[in-house]
């Protein structure tokens, strides 16, 4: 299926729902999506699209000086492109971008996946540092490009579940890559001034984050949900990437109960 520029994009066999266009988090890619998601939201009726921010696709050089409105720029590009707007889906970083872009892309409804914490990052890496300080290397580690795959029993504990394969766990992270410096600079200061808050019954809102996420822990996905007024959810047994662990398929059918009670 063609879709907007820059995404990956399956068309549903019987298009009954919004189209959905998923935004992926840091240090990964649209690729994160197709894994798992595209084809099974496509099967339930919705065209997906995955879209892969500035510098972050197959063989692209990364964009060190990318901001995180420069992200905003590409989801209101690809949102534009769709006959329609698109439910708007973000993991991680991707969910701050989308809390900047929804209201402008007019968005129908949005999910917010493991948010980067309205604190922003450096509350998160404070807490990281403090309470795991040999995985918090390993992380800047991959942002300082050396490689991923160096300590991955390291890197699982903060991205995957134990219960993911071995296999799978290098495969992944052999595509991950550096992230924009200046993105993470963006995110790493308190993101209150800058996300655009959901009134009450403006649009549904999706708040849900991983039970077993060292990142994020349930308590800033509880701020990020308190920010906008709801109550947030959590899946078992999952880690940050939620959408590649084993278990997700739980996330999954935790957005399509929700797709399906709001009505899109």
């Known amino acids: 299926m063609a879709g907007p520029a820059r995404c990956l994009s399956r068309k549903a066999p019987d298009a009954t729902g919004r189209p959905l266009l998923f935004v992926h988090g840091a ?23 995955a879209l892969n921010l500035r510098g ?5 050089i990364g964009d060190d000086l990318a901001s995180v409105d420069d992200y905003v720029v590409d989801v209101l590009l690809a949102a534009e492109a769709l006959p329609v707007p698109p439910v708007l889906i973000g993991h991680s970083m991707g969910a701050a971008v989308v809390q ?29 540092a403090m309470n795991n300080p040999i995985l918090f290397n390993e992380i800047n580690k991959m942002q300082n490009g050396m490689s991923v795959q160096g300590e ?7 991205i995957f579940s134990p219960a993911l394969p071995e296999a799978e766990v290098l495969r992944y992270l052999s595509r991950m890559r550096r992230e924009s410096t200046r993105a993470l600079m963006d995110l790493s200061w308190p993101q209150y001034f800058w996300i655009d808050r959901v009134r009450e019954a403006e649009v549904p809102l999706l708040v849900l984050g991983a039970a077993d996420d060292l990142l994020f822990p349930p308590p ?13 959810g959590f ?8 959408m590649l662990d084993t ?16 009505g899109v």
């Open 152 to 158: 991955p029993a390291l890197l699982r504990q903060a």
């Open 100 to 128: 900047r872009a929804w209201r402008r892309a007019r968005a129908p409804a949005l999910a917010l996946l493991a948010p980067v914490p309205p604190q922003g990052l450096l509350a998160s890496s404070a807490f990281l």
């Open 235 to 242: 899946v078992p047994g999952v880690a940050h990437a939620m």
């Open 27 to 49: 240090f990964v890619g649209a690729w994160c999506w197709e894994a798992h998601f595209l084809d099974f939201f496509s099967a339930l009726g919705h065209d997906c699209h």
């Open 247 to 262: 278990g997700w398929r739980g996330v999954a059918e935790r957005i399509v109960a929700w797709l399906r009670s709001c």
């Open 56 to 60: 972050h696709g197959d063989g692209e």
């Open 220 to 232: 800033m996905v509880e701020a990020s949900a308190a920010l906008h007024n709801v109550n947030a």
